[in-house]
């Protein structure tokens, strides 16, 4: 009995002693979710009533994946509109030296996606193809270095951090099932407005050592003139317009993040 007792009080001993070493963190990721309206959930038309304009969702894939990993901590300061500048300045500072998963999608208005969509809308299909090559330029040439700024501000604020890049799907299916809206030709070009991103996005990700997400794969099949569509095309509010619908954030997104997290 005495070596039971005596045995029993070593075992307590040492998990205490473990509970004492372990980083409080292990009990779950510190999250900070930030980026534009693709991450706020602007599109699933439901939206915390104190989060405003940012139109930050329930349904939108951060506070899906939080809502079923159960993080230490959460913070979502996604917001609709968002653009590089609008990041450094509004929410960059939710991070911390403790902050363990950090989750983006940026650059898409930067680009000029909300006045691409404009002009292929209600112009012609040359005007629609010389606004995408110009938001190409942008891309290309001005977006890296505004793309830089961010990552080395999230690095500098969570140095430990995992920080999952996410992209933009494509945003129609070409040919697809419409048989109204837009030409094939505009679609066309709006796609490859949807590539140019990706190539940029991803090569500045890789370039921090960020993990990026490729979008276009996952929409493959549910893009608008698809069977099954996880994307807005034009609706009312009209900013939900040509966003991820609920399906796109939950089937979609979610798993991508879900995916480099467990």
């Not at 404009?118 to 010389?130: A, I």
Request: hydrophobic share 35%; with cysteine; glycine share 10%.
């Amino acid at each position: 009995m005495r070596l039971v007792r005596f045995l029993s009080s070593a075992a307590l001993a040492v998990a205490a002693s473990l509970a004492l070493v372990v980083p409080a963190e292990a009990a779950g990721d510190n999250y900070v979710a930030l980026g534009d309206s693709y991450s706020s959930g602007t599109g699933t038309g439901s939206y915390y009533g104190d989060s405003g304009g940012c139109k930050r969702s329930p349904y939108s894939y951060p506070a899906l994946w939080a809502a079923s990993h159960a993080p230490a901590s959460f913070k979502f300061v996604a917001c609709s509109g968002a653009r590089t500048g609008d990041v450094l300045a509004n929410q960059v500072a939710a991070l911390t030296t403790a902050t363990s998963l950090v989750s983006i999608s940026i650059g898409g208005n930067d680009a000029g996606f909300t006045d691409v969509i404009t002009t292929c809308t209600f112009g012609s299909d040359q005007d629609c193809v010389n606004r995408v090559n110009q938001a190409k330029a942008y891309a290309t040439g001005t977006l890296p270095g505004l793309l830089d700024n961010v990552y080395t501000q999230i690095r500098n604020r969570a140095p430990s951090a995992r920080v999952v890049v996410m992209g933009y799907p494509r945003l129609y299916k070409v040919p697809g099932s419409c048989n109204v809206g837009l030409s094939d030709t505009k679609r066309s070009a709006i796609n490859g407005a949807s590539d140019t991103l990706h190539q940029v996005i991803s090569g500045r990700a890789a370039a921090k050592a960020f993990t990026y997400r490729d979008l276009r794969g996952p929409f493959t099949g549910h893009e608008i003139c698809s069977s099954d569509w996880w994307m807005n095309s034009l609706t009312w509010p009209v900013e939900e317009s040509y966003h991820p619908n609920r399906n796109g954030q939950r089937l979609g997104y979610l798993p991508q993040l879900t995916a480099v997290t467990g």
